[in-house]
């Protein structure tokens, strides 16, 4: 029930491609999906987060796309840049009154010049 | 600005030595975290404290020992580690709890740049 899977496990896609990133989550307690962009001998950098009450979060060229009956959502990098390249974690939360955040396994992303 | 800061950047110890790591923070968060991360992996929650008290320790060996002296400030003091114990130390912090208000704190951490330890 506290899991978030998510797939793939590493991605490599062509300059200027769409990257795809997905997440899956058992609680349906949790009404708070951010998306952790990290960059090797960084800490995590917080990208993007959608809450349930909206299908869609964009924000620049990082679009989050929220499934709720599914309880799935993903992470789409548009136009993706050689820069983009990083490992990428979902994660899931209560948005209030709690403290434990649960995050995917991540998914480390080369994008090719 | 949504910085928290780590030091040291590095740190080598012996299985013997006693050091800290420490982080800081000054978004007026009144909740802050310590996460362990191995290659590869998401972090790993180890402690939480809430308004400088200790909330969550997730059963984390006695020879890490956290400490909060105020509300910006949080140490992590390392004593007869393993070489097992080697990661990526990280220090996060959240709004955490508002105390005397109806609306609840929201939980969006943030992260510092970590402390890369190597235990020899």
């Known amino acids: 029930q506290q899991q978030v899977k998510q797939s793939p496990q590493s991605l490599i896609v062509q300059k200027g491609g769409i990257s795809i990133i997905n997440c899956a989550y058992e609680?349906?307690?949790?009404?708070?999906f951010p998306w952790y962009q990290q960059f090797p001998g960084k800490g995590p950098a917080l990208l993007i987060a959608?809450?349930?009450?909206?299908s869609e979060k964009k924000e620049g060229r990082f679009t989050i796309s929220f499934n709720k009956s599914a309880k799935q959502f993903s992470l789409h990098i548009m136009d993706s840049q050689p820069g983009d390249s990083a490992t990428y974690f979902c994660?899931?939360?209560?948005?209030?009154?709690?403290?434990?955040?649960?995050f995917g396994a991540g998914t480390r992303l080369f994008v090719k010049a | 600005d949504t910085e928290v800061t780590q030091t040291p950047k590095h740190l080598v110890m012996g299985m013997t030595n006693k050091k800290s790591l420490k982080c800081e923070q000054h978004?007026?968060?009144?909740?802050m975290y310590w996460y362990k991360q191995k290659a590869k992996k998401p972090p790993e929650l180890m402690f939480v404290?809430?308004?400088?008290?200790?909330?969550i320790n997730e059963s984390v060996p006695s020879r890490f020992s956290p400490e909060c002296p105020n509300s910006s400030l949080l140490n992590l003091h390392l004593h007869a580690l393993q070489p097992e114990d080697s990661a990526l130390y990280l220090c996060?912090?959240?709004?955490?709890?508002?105390?005397?208000?109806?609306?609840?704190?929201?939980?969006?951490?943030?992260f510092g740049a970590g402390t890369r330890l190597s235990v020899l």
């Open positions: 994660a899931a939360s209560p948005y209030t009154g709690g403290f434990k955040t649960i």
């Open positions: 978004m007026g968060h009144r909740a």
């Open positions: 404290y809430s308004y400088e008290k200790l909330s």
């Open positions: 609680n349906t307690a949790f009404d708070y």
């Open positions: 959608i809450r349930p009450d909206v």
């Open positions: 996060a912090s959240s709004q955490g709890a508002v105390a005397g208000r109806k609306t609840k704190a929201k939980n969006i951490q943030y």
